[in-house]
Structures are given as C-alpha cells and as structure tokens.
C-alpha cells in the first residue's frame, strides 16, 4: 500500500514538472514576434514619415518656383497693358466676375469686372505716353493657387495732353482659376497722403517723400 503512494506521489510530481516546462516553452515564443514586430513597425513609420517629409518639401519648393513664374508673367502683362493703354491687355489680367474688388489710387472703388472695363475704355482714349515704373516687386506663395505681390510705383502720362505724375503702392492678390492666374484684388494707394484726411493720432512729423 505504501509502495502504491509513493508510485503516485512520484507519477504527480512529474506530470506537473512537464506541465510547467511547457508553459515555460510556449510563453517565450510568443513574447518575441511581438516585440519584434512592435520594432519593425516603428522603424517603417519613421522611415515613412521622413520619406514623405522629403518630398513634400521638394514639391513646395518644385511648385513655387513654377507658379511664381505664371504669377510674375501675369503681373507683368498687367504693367504692359497700362503702358500701352490698352484694354484688353489690363482687364484680361483681372479675375472676370462680380466679386471683384479694386480699391483705386484716388480713393474710389471699382466693383466688378464690368466696371472695370467700362472705366478703362472711358479713360484710357485720353491718356498718352505712359511711363510705369516698378520698384522692389514682391511674390509670396499662398499655397499652389494664390499669390500676393507688393510693390511701389511711379508713373507719368499725358491726359489730354497734361503732363501728370503720380506715385504709390500697389497689393495685388493672384489666384489660379481654371489654370490661369488672375488677379482677384487690387489695392493701390499714394505713397505720400494728404495729411488733412490722416487723423491726428496717424499724422508724422516728416511726411514721406516718393522714390524718384
């Protein structure tokens, strides 16, 4: 009888020894793949991330060198345009719609693109000999389909047959509509204001002299 225990005593034992190496066995497997999957994931989503970094940094730089190049062309078929006094060059360069916005040198506010060319085609039979010059011209990409180019101006012209002189500074704002560039605004204003419309809170002492 005792001989029996012992022999039941020992088959126990050694039936919980290999119960436990097998746990052992199959837990240790199994924590390796996902550590190293774990790892292998997060090498791919860094090289991704530097991957796609790279190139969309190359595209920005790619497309605003391009389209800075469409937005500077348009501009500079408006400047011929007012050089030539011609009317389809200038309102060509503007976005045709309802919408649009000239705020003018003088103070007054062209409201659409109809306007615009109607006040063209009444001024410009009286105006002669257009000089317009461009100074420190400035482009600044908004993205792929916008722009906003600064600059300040000068330009003489004979109307009806008196010599005029005005200077300023001009914003215009570009967007491409349809593939072409437009100017959807503009905003032009002297460089030196009278000082009986500035407040006096606005009012220098040295009021600003215009570049010659």
């Known amino acids: 009888m005792l001989q029996r225990l012992i022999v039941m005593i020992a088959l126990i034992s050694a039936f919980a020894a290999l119960c436990a190496g097998q746990n052992s066995n199959s837990s240790a497997p199994s924590s390796r793949p996902r550590t190293q999957t774990s790892s292998t994931q997060t090498q791919g989503n860094a090289n991704t ?116 002189t005005a200077s300023g500074r001009m914003t215009l704002v570009f967007q491409r509509i349809n593939g072409l560039w437009k100017a959807v605004h503009l905003h032009t204003s002297p460089d030196a204001p009278d000082p009986s419309r500035l407040p006096a809170s606005e009012q220098t002492t040295e009021q600003p002299k215009p570049k010659s």
């Open 49 to 164: 991330q530097t991957n796609d970094a790279g190139t969309q940094g190359r595209g920005r730089r790619n497309t605003n060198d391009a389209t800075s190049k469409g937005v500077v062309d348009a501009f500079d078929s408006l400047i011929a345009g007012i050089e030539k006094t011609n009317v389809e060059l200038v309102t060509n360069v503007y976005w045709n719609s309802p919408q649009l916005i000239l705020f003018n040198n003088n103070g007054t506010v062209t409201r659409g693109w109809e306007q615009l060319r109607k006040n063209r085609e009444s001024s410009y039979p009286n105006i002669k000999d257009v000089k317009l010059t461009v100074r420190d011209r400035r482009v600044l990409m908004l993205g792929r389909d916008a722009a906003l180019v600064t600059c300040l101006w000068t330009q003489t012209q004979t109307y009806k047959g008196t010599p005029e």
